[in-house]
């Protein structure tokens, strides 16, 4: 996994040479992946209102406790001043389902935000994020997550 996490990395220099940067997605809806704790797909949308940037992230993940589980953030994201770069941040609810080898699966119910950076290069979002997680129930837990990721955009605005 770290040989992947440096391979995204490594390419981040080539794509700022080959590419255009926008601090507005080219459409409404990106797919991709994130790698990290959790490792899975992400799907985001962004709201009509261009001037507002609010947009909805859904990610579907694995982590490496044995862990499946469903994400979903709304965020609120703004360009960094002077650099191609954009922040986000938002609330986020969560659903999942832990495996127990010996004992039944257990359901997580939780409470999470997402914070990050981000830029977009032609159709593509690179983005870097943190995501704390507040596990509710079957019983509290606390749990800090993060990942790199990339997204294509499809169509056009």
Do not use: C
């Amino acid at each position: 996994m770290r040989l992947l996490i440096t391979l995204l990395i490594g390419t981040l220099p080539l794509l700022a040479q080959a590419q255009s940067y926008s601090h507005t997605p080219p459409s409404q809806t990106g797919l991709g992946g994130v790698i990290g704790n959790p490792s899975g797909l992400t799907l985001k949308v962004y709201g009509t209102d261009r001037s507002s940037f609010t947009a909805y992230d859904f990610l579907l993940a694995y982590d490496l406790d044995r862990f499946f589980f469903f994400n979903l953030h709304g965020l609120y994201e703004r360009p960094l001043p002077d650099s191609p770069l954009n922040y986000f941040l938002g609330p986020g609810v969560l659903l999942g389902v832990r495996e127990r080898p010996r004992d039944d699966n257990e359901m997580v119910l939780g409470l999470s935000a997402n914070i990050g950076i981000n830029f977009f290069a032609e159709r593509f979002e690179v983005f870097l994020q943190l995501t704390p997680r507040l596990h509710l129930l079957p019983g509290t837990e606390g749990d800090l997550g993060g990942g790199i990721g990339l997204r294509y955009y499809f169509g056009g605005r």
